[in-house]
């Protein structure tokens, strides 16, 4: 009589079999791509810093659509109405490949090599004017995108109108709207010359006899910003803000009232308390500023 033995445990040669095909499945399956990172392209165009600025012109800015209030992160945001000023200062970032090609707020597609930018509040498409005081660089970017969402950010740039401004990592910045108004008057342009403002001459009427106008007052020159590094306050589109807020820091922080000055460039009245010998003597009363006043300086060289 013959005997016979098998496994006492038949199912173990099916467990071991389907572990071993699992085993073999994992050794050939390709790896999971790993999740993009934003920066630059390997190899940019080598001419950004010839790319010409926005042009401001009026373009329709409807209601609703990505001019609606709108959530991000926890957070409410209310979109400004379409002939709304606006004039910030804070931080500016910048964003890259991660999403060049993709769909911006407004619908359009993002072109990283484009002078664009993305904003919270302002209606799109808007025109804002950027500048870097710490190199007094400017740029005129489109803005048509929403972002950034990182408090104490104000600004995300484009590539190109980043490295344009000089902003390589975060840097503080002004931005400044151009509005529909100034865009129709053409005020966005430097040196726009005034409207010439005359009296009408009715046919027939003999013109108006010439009398003497009584002699202006006199107003005191600008003051002069010497070199050195200054501690800027705020920047202001009207003086009656830039002077008030000028009188306020001379009546909070000791001894600063005779260094506070208004300085008027590029359309903005800036108050700044200045100049110091080294930065960091600049940053330490930016420190004591921010303290009495509950703003944030920034410190800028002027060469």
């Known amino acids: 009589m013959t005997m016979t033995t098998q496994c006492p445990w038949p199912g173990v040669k099916l467990l071991l079999a389907a572990v071993l095909l699992a085993l073999a499945g994992c050794a050939t399956r390709a790896p999971l791509p790993a999740p993009p990172v934003d920066g630059s392209e390997a190899r940019p ?26 959530a991000a992160l926890g957070e409410t945001y209310k979109p400004l109405p379409a002939d709304a000023a606006l004039s910030e200062q804070g931080l500016a970032s910048w964003y890259g490949r991660k999403f060049h090609g993709r769909r911006t707020a407004s619908g359009e597609v993002y072109n990283m090599y484009a002078m664009t930018a993305a904003h919270r509040t302002l209606p799109l498409p808007s025109f ?9 660089r400017t740029v005129i970017v489109r803005v048509n995108d929403r972002g950034p969402f990182v408090k104490g950010r104000i600004v995300d740039l484009s590539y190109t109108a980043a490295q344009k401004l000089g902003v390589f990592g975060l840097a503080a910045v002004e931005l400044v709207r151009i509005t529909p108004d100034e865009i129709r008057r053409g005020a966005w342009q430097p040196n726009a010359p005034a409207a010439p403002t005359a009296a009408p001459v009715i046919d027939g009427d003999e013109p108006p006899a010439l009398t003497a106008a009584p002699a202006p007052t006199p107003t005191p020159s600008p003051p002069t910003a010497s070199r050195g590094f200054w501690v800027q306050l705020g920047a202001f589109r009207d003086r009656q803000g830039a002077e008030q807020l000028q009188t306020q820091a001379g009546e909070a922080v000791d ?3 005779p260094m506070l000055a208004v300085f008027n460039e590029q359309s903005l009245y800036r ?33």
Do not use: C, S, W
């Open 128 to 136: 804002a004017r950027v500048t870097n005081p710490a190199n007094g």
């Open 271 to 303: 108050v700044q308390a200045g100049p110091f010998a080294r930065r960091d003597e600049a940053q330490r009363t930016a420190e004591r500023m921010r303290e009495k006043l509950l703003l944030v300086p920034m410190v800028v060289e002027r060469r």
């Open 255 to 257: 001894g600063i009232a």
């Open 45 to 70: 165009p080598p001419d950004l810093m010839q790319v010409p600025d926005a042009l401001p012109v009026l373009e329709p800015i409807r209601h609703g659509g990505p001019n609606k209030p709108y």
